[in-house]
Protein backbone atom coordinates (compact mmCIF):
# COMPACT_ATOMS: atom_id res chain seq x y z
CA UNK A 1 0.00 0.00 0.00
CA UNK A 2 1.23 3.28 -0.78
CA UNK A 3 -0.68 5.26 1.69
CA UNK A 4 1.01 6.29 4.92
CA UNK A 5 -1.12 5.77 8.18
CA UNK A 6 -0.62 6.94 11.59
CA UNK A 7 -0.54 3.20 13.69
CA UNK A 8 -2.46 4.71 16.35
CA UNK A 9 -5.87 6.21 16.85
CA UNK A 10 -6.98 9.83 18.42
CA UNK A 11 -8.29 10.30 21.59
CA UNK A 12 -7.81 13.74 22.82
CA UNK A 13 -7.37 16.84 20.23
CA UNK A 14 -6.11 20.25 20.69
CA UNK A 15 -7.51 22.68 17.88
CA UNK A 16 -4.96 23.88 15.79
CA UNK A 17 -4.01 27.63 15.84
CA UNK A 18 -5.46 29.49 13.10
CA UNK A 19 -4.06 33.07 11.44
CA UNK A 20 -5.37 34.79 8.60
CA UNK A 21 -2.23 36.52 6.35
CA UNK A 22 -2.86 39.91 8.02
CA UNK A 23 -2.82 38.64 11.23
CA UNK A 24 0.62 36.91 10.61
CA UNK A 25 2.15 40.12 9.28
CA UNK A 26 1.31 41.66 12.88
CA UNK A 27 2.81 38.95 14.82
CA UNK A 28 5.96 38.34 12.46
CA UNK A 29 6.39 42.11 12.76
CA UNK A 30 6.13 42.21 16.39
CA UNK A 31 9.16 39.11 16.23
CA UNK A 32 11.35 41.39 14.39
CA UNK A 33 10.87 38.44 12.00
CA UNK A 34 11.97 36.02 14.36
CA UNK A 35 10.05 32.93 14.59
CA UNK A 36 11.56 32.05 17.69
CA UNK A 37 10.31 35.14 19.04
CA UNK A 38 6.59 34.32 17.89
CA UNK A 39 3.86 33.17 19.98
CA UNK A 40 2.92 29.47 19.53
CA UNK A 41 -0.14 30.06 19.48
CA UNK A 42 0.23 32.03 16.34
CA UNK A 43 1.56 29.04 14.94
CA UNK A 44 -0.72 26.17 12.89
CA UNK A 45 2.66 24.19 11.91
CA UNK A 46 5.12 24.06 14.71
CA UNK A 47 8.07 22.45 13.14
CA UNK A 48 10.54 24.34 15.58
CA UNK A 49 12.27 21.17 16.73
CA UNK A 50 10.97 17.68 17.39
CA UNK A 51 12.26 17.74 21.31
CA UNK A 52 10.04 17.74 23.85
CA UNK A 53 6.55 18.25 21.47
CA UNK A 54 5.56 14.53 21.46
CA UNK A 55 2.16 13.57 21.73
CA UNK A 56 1.52 11.07 24.28
CA UNK A 57 -0.02 7.45 24.61
CA UNK A 58 -3.03 6.49 26.56
CA UNK A 59 -0.70 4.27 28.31
CA UNK A 60 1.81 6.77 28.81
CA UNK A 61 -0.95 9.30 30.71
CA UNK A 62 -2.75 5.93 32.53
CA UNK A 63 1.21 5.32 33.45
CA UNK A 64 1.33 9.10 34.80
CA UNK A 65 -1.38 8.13 36.99
CA UNK A 66 0.15 5.35 38.76
CA UNK A 67 3.38 6.92 39.32
CA UNK A 68 4.49 6.70 43.16
CA UNK A 69 5.51 10.41 43.89
CA UNK A 70 8.22 9.30 47.08
CA UNK A 71 11.33 11.80 48.03
CA UNK A 72 13.05 8.58 48.12
CA UNK A 73 12.91 4.84 46.53
CA UNK A 74 9.61 5.52 44.46
CA UNK A 75 8.24 2.33 42.25
CA UNK A 76 8.47 4.57 39.16
CA UNK A 77 12.36 4.66 39.22
CA UNK A 78 12.65 0.98 40.01
CA UNK A 79 10.36 0.59 36.62
CA UNK A 80 12.17 2.93 34.89
CA UNK A 81 15.03 1.37 35.51
CA UNK A 82 14.45 -1.99 34.99
CA UNK A 83 12.92 -0.95 31.25
CA UNK A 84 16.12 1.12 30.59
CA UNK A 85 18.58 -1.84 32.02
CA UNK A 86 16.84 -4.39 29.64
CA UNK A 87 17.19 -1.61 26.70
CA UNK A 88 20.69 -1.12 27.37
CA UNK A 89 22.07 -3.48 29.35
CA UNK A 90 24.00 -0.28 31.41
CA UNK A 91 24.51 -1.15 35.20
CA UNK A 92 23.69 2.53 36.49
CA UNK A 93 20.78 4.26 35.22
CA UNK A 94 20.82 7.87 36.63
CA UNK A 95 17.64 9.99 35.62
CA UNK A 96 17.83 13.47 34.48
CA UNK A 97 15.17 15.88 34.05
CA UNK A 98 17.07 16.62 30.28
CA UNK A 99 19.66 15.58 27.96
CA UNK A 100 21.78 18.45 28.88
CA UNK A 101 21.61 17.59 32.03
CA UNK A 102 22.91 13.97 31.49
CA UNK A 103 26.01 15.75 29.47
CA UNK A 104 26.63 18.18 32.27
CA UNK A 105 27.33 15.58 35.00
CA UNK A 106 29.04 13.10 32.93
CA UNK A 107 32.10 15.82 31.87
CA UNK A 108 31.73 17.21 35.15
CA UNK A 109 32.95 13.76 36.35
CA UNK A 110 34.64 12.51 33.75
CA UNK A 111 36.62 14.95 32.09
CA UNK A 112 39.73 17.53 32.90
CA UNK A 113 40.49 20.52 31.89
CA UNK A 114 43.38 20.03 28.63
CA UNK A 115 41.81 16.24 27.53
CA UNK A 116 39.69 16.04 24.53
CA UNK A 117 36.84 14.22 23.42
CA UNK A 118 35.93 12.94 19.80
CA UNK A 119 32.43 12.24 18.21
CA UNK A 120 30.93 12.26 14.83
CA UNK A 121 29.30 15.59 15.23
CA UNK A 122 28.82 16.99 19.03
CA UNK A 123 25.27 18.58 19.33
CA UNK A 124 25.36 22.25 20.32
CA UNK A 125 24.55 21.50 23.96
CA UNK A 126 27.36 18.62 24.21
CA UNK A 127 29.91 20.37 22.64
CA UNK A 128 28.99 23.28 25.30
CA UNK A 129 29.06 21.39 28.31
CA UNK A 130 32.51 19.54 27.23
CA UNK A 131 33.80 23.05 26.72
CA UNK A 132 32.48 24.63 29.97
CA UNK A 133 34.64 22.18 30.76
CA UNK A 134 37.88 23.38 29.07
CA UNK A 135 38.24 20.18 27.71
CA UNK A 136 37.80 20.24 23.52
CA UNK A 137 35.19 18.60 21.65
CA UNK A 138 36.23 17.14 17.73
CA UNK A 139 33.88 16.53 14.95
CA UNK A 140 35.34 13.57 13.14
CA UNK A 141 32.25 13.09 11.08
CA UNK A 142 32.50 10.77 7.70
CA UNK A 143 33.36 12.81 4.68
CA UNK A 144 30.39 12.36 2.62
CA UNK A 145 28.50 14.08 5.21
CA UNK A 146 29.61 17.14 4.23
CA UNK A 147 27.73 16.97 0.65
CA UNK A 148 24.29 17.79 0.98
CA UNK A 149 23.14 15.89 -2.01
CA UNK A 150 25.24 12.55 -1.38
CA UNK A 151 22.42 9.48 -0.94
CA UNK A 152 25.29 8.07 0.91
CA UNK A 153 23.05 5.95 3.77
CA UNK A 154 24.96 6.67 6.88
CA UNK A 155 25.96 9.97 7.03
CA UNK A 156 26.47 9.81 10.85
CA UNK A 157 29.43 7.72 10.55
CA UNK A 158 32.99 8.36 12.11
CA UNK A 159 36.18 8.80 10.13
CA UNK A 160 38.00 5.61 11.28
CA UNK A 161 40.93 6.55 9.76
CA UNK A 162 40.63 10.00 10.92
CA UNK A 163 39.68 8.21 14.76
CA UNK A 164 42.46 5.99 14.47
CA UNK A 165 45.50 8.83 14.37
CA UNK A 166 43.34 10.87 16.54
CA UNK A 167 43.17 8.30 19.32
CA UNK A 168 47.34 7.36 18.85
CA UNK A 169 47.74 11.35 18.61
CA UNK A 170 46.17 12.26 21.85
CA UNK A 171 47.26 9.19 23.64
CA UNK A 172 46.05 10.07 27.38
CA UNK A 173 44.47 12.97 26.35
CA UNK A 174 41.16 11.23 25.84
CA UNK A 175 38.72 10.35 29.28
CA UNK A 176 36.15 9.38 26.93
CA UNK A 177 34.94 9.01 23.05
CA UNK A 178 31.56 9.33 21.99
CA UNK A 179 29.04 9.31 18.89
CA UNK A 180 25.58 10.84 18.28
CA UNK A 181 22.63 8.83 16.94
CA UNK A 182 21.34 9.87 14.94
CA UNK A 183 23.64 12.56 14.25
CA UNK A 184 21.81 15.67 14.35
CA UNK A 185 23.94 18.70 13.70
CA UNK A 186 24.64 16.36 10.45
CA UNK A 187 20.91 16.24 9.62
CA UNK A 188 19.45 13.26 11.92
CA UNK A 189 21.92 10.98 9.96
CA UNK A 190 21.90 7.51 11.09
CA UNK A 191 25.45 5.83 11.47
CA UNK A 192 25.40 2.11 10.53
CA UNK A 193 26.26 -0.80 12.78
CA UNK A 194 29.47 -1.87 11.24
CA UNK A 195 30.98 1.50 11.83
CA UNK A 196 29.54 1.52 15.32
CA UNK A 197 30.90 -1.49 16.06
CA UNK A 198 34.33 -0.41 14.27
CA UNK A 199 34.35 2.45 16.71
CA UNK A 200 33.68 0.62 19.69
CA UNK A 201 36.81 -1.53 18.77
CA UNK A 202 38.96 1.31 18.53
CA UNK A 203 37.72 3.05 21.30
CA UNK A 204 38.04 -0.48 23.50
CA UNK A 205 41.34 -0.78 22.24
CA UNK A 206 42.90 2.37 22.61
CA UNK A 207 41.41 1.82 27.13
CA UNK A 208 38.44 5.19 25.85
CA UNK A 209 34.99 4.66 27.03
CA UNK A 210 32.37 4.76 24.67
CA UNK A 211 29.76 7.13 25.29
CA UNK A 212 26.29 7.25 23.06
CA UNK A 213 24.49 10.26 22.50
CA UNK A 214 21.27 7.95 22.37
CA UNK A 215 18.65 11.08 21.81
CA UNK A 216 17.06 8.75 18.86
CA UNK A 217 18.37 5.50 19.05
CA UNK A 218 15.20 4.07 17.46
CA UNK A 219 15.19 6.04 14.43
CA UNK A 220 18.91 5.17 13.61
CA UNK A 221 18.15 1.46 14.67
CA UNK A 222 15.55 1.57 12.36
CA UNK A 223 17.85 3.07 9.38
CA UNK A 224 20.06 -0.11 10.10
CA UNK A 225 17.67 -1.90 9.55
CA UNK A 226 16.41 -0.68 6.18
CA UNK A 227 19.54 0.53 4.75
CA UNK A 228 22.43 -1.92 5.78
CA UNK A 229 23.01 -4.91 4.38
CA UNK A 230 22.15 -8.17 6.67
CA UNK A 231 19.85 -6.47 8.67
CA UNK A 232 16.59 -6.84 7.22
CA UNK A 233 15.65 -9.69 9.24
CA UNK A 234 16.46 -8.74 13.10
CA UNK A 235 14.23 -6.79 15.02
CA UNK A 236 14.95 -2.67 15.42
CA UNK A 237 14.73 -3.96 19.17
CA UNK A 238 17.70 -6.47 18.71
CA UNK A 239 19.84 -4.04 16.88
CA UNK A 240 19.16 -1.16 19.40
CA UNK A 241 20.60 -3.32 22.05
CA UNK A 242 23.37 -4.94 20.10
CA UNK A 243 24.37 -0.92 19.46
CA UNK A 244 23.85 -0.06 23.49
CA UNK A 245 25.97 -3.60 23.99
CA UNK A 246 28.65 -1.29 22.02
CA UNK A 247 28.81 0.96 24.11
CA UNK A 248 29.80 1.52 28.32
CA UNK A 249 27.57 4.42 28.54
CA UNK A 250 25.04 6.99 26.77
CA UNK A 251 23.27 10.28 27.74
CA UNK A 252 19.66 10.32 26.71
CA UNK A 253 17.00 13.70 26.21
CA UNK A 254 14.15 11.49 26.75
CA UNK A 255 12.20 14.37 25.13
CA UNK A 256 13.25 12.64 21.38
CA UNK A 257 13.37 8.51 21.57
CA UNK A 258 11.58 8.39 25.12
CA UNK A 259 8.40 10.08 23.56
CA UNK A 260 7.93 12.66 26.29
CA UNK A 261 7.90 16.00 26.87
CA UNK A 262 10.29 16.36 29.51
CA UNK A 263 12.99 13.71 31.06
CA UNK A 264 16.53 11.92 30.03
CA UNK A 265 18.77 9.23 31.75
CA UNK A 266 22.91 9.36 31.93
CA UNK A 267 23.31 5.66 31.94
CA UNK A 268 26.69 3.67 32.25
CA UNK A 269 28.67 0.53 33.46
CA UNK A 270 31.48 2.05 35.57
CA UNK A 271 30.60 1.78 39.32
CA UNK A 272 32.96 5.02 40.24
CA UNK A 273 32.36 7.43 38.06
CA UNK A 274 28.84 6.81 38.58
CA UNK A 275 29.36 7.12 42.06
CA UNK A 276 30.18 10.70 41.27
CA UNK A 277 27.81 11.12 38.57
CA UNK A 278 25.44 10.23 41.69
CA UNK A 279 26.35 13.05 44.49
CA UNK A 280 26.96 15.63 41.76
CA UNK A 281 23.27 14.76 40.44
CA UNK A 282 22.00 14.84 44.32
CA UNK A 283 23.60 18.73 44.18
CA UNK A 284 21.80 19.91 41.57
CA UNK A 285 18.96 17.88 39.95
CA UNK A 286 18.18 15.28 42.88
CA UNK A 287 18.18 11.97 44.60
CA UNK A 288 19.01 9.33 42.68
CA UNK A 289 15.49 7.67 42.45
CA UNK A 290 14.32 10.93 40.60
CA UNK A 291 16.80 13.12 39.79
CA UNK A 292 15.10 16.33 38.13
CA UNK A 293 11.69 14.54 37.25
CA UNK A 294 8.71 13.57 38.96
CA UNK A 295 8.34 9.72 39.12
CA UNK A 296 5.22 10.58 36.45
CA UNK A 297 8.12 11.82 34.10
CA UNK A 298 9.60 8.30 34.71
CA UNK A 299 6.79 6.59 34.38
CA UNK A 300 6.05 8.30 31.01
CA UNK A 301 9.64 7.49 29.75
CA UNK A 302 9.25 4.13 30.82
CA UNK A 303 6.52 3.33 28.62
CA UNK A 304 8.20 5.63 25.69
CA UNK A 305 11.37 3.79 25.58
CA UNK A 306 8.79 0.46 25.01
CA UNK A 307 6.61 1.84 22.36
CA UNK A 308 9.16 3.87 20.49
CA UNK A 309 10.65 0.48 19.36
CA UNK A 310 7.11 -0.09 17.79
CA UNK A 311 8.31 -1.01 13.73
CA UNK A 312 5.18 -0.07 12.41
CA UNK A 313 5.62 3.50 14.55
CA UNK A 314 9.04 4.43 13.06
CA UNK A 315 7.78 3.10 9.57
CA UNK A 316 5.22 5.56 9.79
CA UNK A 317 7.66 7.97 10.89
CA UNK A 318 10.22 7.77 8.74
CA UNK A 319 7.62 6.94 5.89
CA UNK A 320 6.38 11.01 6.58
CA UNK A 321 10.51 12.50 6.25
CA UNK A 322 10.36 10.67 3.08
CA UNK A 323 6.99 11.53 1.88
CA UNK A 324 7.29 15.48 2.69
CA UNK A 325 10.89 15.20 1.00
CA UNK A 326 9.55 13.90 -1.95
CA UNK A 327 6.65 16.16 -2.23
CA UNK A 328 9.36 19.32 -1.86
CA UNK A 329 11.39 17.65 -4.08
CA UNK A 330 8.67 17.43 -6.51
CA UNK A 331 7.65 21.76 -6.31
CA UNK A 332 11.58 22.72 -6.80
CA UNK A 333 12.59 22.50 -3.16
CA UNK A 334 16.05 20.86 -2.82
CA UNK A 335 16.22 18.91 0.10
CA UNK A 336 18.96 17.42 2.12
CA UNK A 337 19.57 13.64 0.62
CA UNK A 338 18.97 11.26 1.84
CA UNK A 339 16.16 12.27 4.09
CA UNK A 340 16.98 11.80 8.09
CA UNK A 341 15.13 10.81 10.60
CA UNK A 342 13.28 13.50 12.85
CA UNK A 343 13.83 16.08 10.35
CA UNK A 344 13.71 17.67 7.05
CA UNK A 345 16.86 20.05 5.72
CA UNK A 346 15.44 22.52 2.88
CA UNK A 347 19.06 23.77 0.95
CA UNK A 348 18.19 27.55 0.80
CA UNK A 349 21.24 28.07 -0.40
CA UNK A 350 20.18 25.63 -3.62
CA UNK A 351 16.71 26.93 -3.07
CA UNK A 352 17.55 30.75 -2.90
CA UNK A 353 20.68 31.36 -4.59
CA UNK A 354 20.13 35.00 -5.32
CA UNK A 355 19.78 35.89 -2.05
CA UNK A 356 23.43 36.16 -0.13
CA UNK A 357 24.93 34.61 2.84
CA UNK A 358 25.48 37.66 4.32
CA UNK A 359 21.49 38.46 3.88
CA UNK A 360 20.39 35.31 5.30
CA UNK A 361 18.52 33.23 2.48
CA UNK A 362 17.35 30.36 5.32
CA UNK A 363 16.04 33.36 7.29
CA UNK A 364 14.30 34.96 4.36
CA UNK A 365 12.73 31.21 4.01
CA UNK A 366 11.55 31.05 7.39
CA UNK A 367 9.81 33.96 7.20
CA UNK A 368 8.40 33.64 3.73
CA UNK A 369 7.13 30.30 5.30
CA UNK A 370 5.57 31.48 8.59
CA UNK A 371 3.45 34.23 6.03
CA UNK A 372 2.66 31.91 3.53
CA UNK A 373 0.72 29.67 5.85
CA UNK A 374 1.54 29.98 9.77
CA UNK A 375 4.57 27.06 9.25
CA UNK A 376 7.18 27.76 12.01
CA UNK A 377 11.00 26.41 11.13
CA UNK A 378 14.55 26.91 12.16
CA UNK A 379 17.15 28.40 10.24
CA UNK A 380 20.76 26.84 10.66
CA UNK A 381 22.82 28.36 8.26
CA UNK A 382 24.42 31.97 8.87
CA UNK A 383 22.02 33.48 11.49
CA UNK A 384 23.52 30.32 14.04
CA UNK A 385 26.89 30.18 12.74
CA UNK A 386 27.74 33.22 10.41
CA UNK A 387 30.56 35.52 11.96
CA UNK A 388 31.59 39.23 11.01
CA UNK A 389 35.56 38.93 10.77
CA UNK A 390 36.13 42.25 11.94
CA UNK A 391 37.83 43.74 9.06
CA UNK A 392 34.02 44.48 7.07
CA UNK A 393 33.90 40.49 5.65
CA UNK A 394 31.79 37.58 6.45
CA UNK A 395 32.45 34.38 7.38
CA UNK A 396 29.37 32.37 6.19
CA UNK A 397 28.14 29.20 7.36
CA UNK A 398 28.79 26.11 5.21
CA UNK A 399 25.48 24.95 4.56
CA UNK A 400 22.35 27.30 4.71
CA UNK A 401 19.52 24.82 5.67
CA UNK A 402 15.87 25.35 7.00
CA UNK A 403 14.81 22.48 9.16
CA UNK A 404 11.74 21.34 9.25
CA UNK A 405 11.97 18.79 12.43
CA UNK A 406 8.40 16.66 13.27
CA UNK A 407 7.02 16.43 16.44
CA UNK A 408 6.25 13.09 16.82
CA UNK A 409 2.69 11.42 16.77
CA UNK A 410 1.54 14.96 16.22
CA UNK A 411 0.59 15.43 12.84
CA UNK A 412 -1.26 13.61 10.27
CA UNK A 413 -0.75 12.75 6.41
CA UNK A 414 -3.41 15.70 5.91
CA UNK A 415 -0.90 17.98 7.60
CA UNK A 416 1.72 16.84 5.50
CA UNK A 417 0.18 17.44 2.36
CA UNK A 418 -1.31 20.41 3.59
CA UNK A 419 2.32 21.73 4.69
CA UNK A 420 3.65 20.30 1.12
CA UNK A 421 0.59 22.33 -0.78
CA UNK A 422 1.91 25.78 0.92
CA UNK A 423 5.28 25.25 -0.10
CA UNK A 424 4.52 24.41 -3.44
CA UNK A 425 3.03 28.63 -3.07
CA UNK A 426 6.03 29.78 -1.86
CA UNK A 427 8.24 27.77 -4.71
CA UNK A 428 6.33 29.93 -6.76
CA UNK A 429 7.40 32.90 -5.31
CA UNK A 430 11.00 32.17 -4.82
CA UNK A 431 12.26 34.83 -7.77
CA UNK A 432 10.53 37.59 -4.93
CA UNK A 433 12.04 36.98 -2.09
CA UNK A 434 14.83 38.82 -1.35
CA UNK A 435 17.29 38.84 1.86
CA UNK A 436 17.48 40.31 5.09
CA UNK A 437 19.79 42.14 7.73
CA UNK A 438 19.99 41.45 11.19
CA UNK A 439 19.35 44.87 12.86
CA UNK A 440 20.46 43.16 16.48
CA UNK A 441 22.57 40.44 16.94
CA UNK A 442 23.17 39.24 20.61
CA UNK A 443 26.62 37.77 21.59
CA UNK A 444 25.77 34.12 21.90
CA UNK A 445 23.23 31.79 20.36
CA UNK A 446 22.21 34.74 17.86
CA UNK A 447 19.42 33.00 16.46
CA UNK A 448 17.02 32.78 19.27
CA UNK A 449 17.06 36.23 20.17
CA UNK A 450 18.42 38.05 16.80
CA UNK A 451 16.23 40.92 14.85
CA UNK A 452 15.76 41.52 11.45
CA UNK A 453 14.40 44.15 8.56
CA UNK A 454 13.63 43.08 5.01
CA UNK A 455 15.63 44.25 2.82
CA UNK A 456 13.50 46.57 0.14
CA UNK A 457 10.85 45.77 2.28
CA UNK A 458 9.94 42.56 0.11
CA UNK A 459 7.99 41.47 2.81
CA UNK A 460 5.51 44.25 2.59
CA UNK A 461 5.93 44.16 -1.38
CA UNK A 462 5.05 40.54 -1.09
CA UNK A 463 2.23 39.79 2.04
CA UNK A 464 1.41 43.28 2.81
C1 LIG B 1 21.67 14.94 19.56
C2 LIG B 1 21.23 15.71 20.76
N1 LIG B 1 21.91 15.60 21.91
C3 LIG B 1 21.54 16.26 23.02
C4 LIG B 1 20.44 17.09 23.03
C5 LIG B 1 20.08 17.84 24.29
O1 LIG B 1 18.92 17.35 24.85
P1 LIG B 1 17.96 18.29 25.74
O2 LIG B 1 17.35 19.28 24.82
O3 LIG B 1 16.97 17.34 26.32
O4 LIG B 1 18.80 18.92 26.79
C6 LIG B 1 19.70 17.24 21.85
C7 LIG B 1 18.51 18.13 21.83
O5 LIG B 1 18.01 18.55 20.80
C8 LIG B 1 20.08 16.52 20.70
O6 LIG B 1 19.41 16.60 19.54
Known amino acids: MDTIIEPFMIKTVEAM ?20 LLHADHVTFDFLTDSGTTAMSDRQWSAMLSAGESYAGSRSYWR ?35 QCVPSNNHFDTTRANIEYQGVAADDLVCVEAHDAQSEFPFKGNIDLERLESYLVENAGRVPLGMQTITNNTGGGQPASLANIRAVSALYRKHGVPF ?34 SLADGCTMSGKKDA ?8 AMNDDEIAGRARN ?53 IPTMQPPGGHAVYIDAKAFLPHIPARQYPGQALVVAMYLEGGIRACEIGSVMFGRDDGAGGFEASEHELVRIALPRRRYTQSHIDFVIELMGTVASRRDDLKGLVMTERPPLLPHFTARFAAVDDWVDSLYG
Do not use: W
Open 17 to 36: PFTSPGERMIHLRAAHLNAF
Open 211 to 244: FLDACRFAENAYMIQQREPGQADRSVREIAREVF
Open 259 to 266: LVNMGGFL
Open 80 to 114: FKKVVQSLTGFQHVIPTHQGRAAERILFQVATEKG
Open 280 to 332: LLILTEGFPTYGGCAARDLEAMAVGLDEVLDERYLEYRMATTRYLAQGLNERG
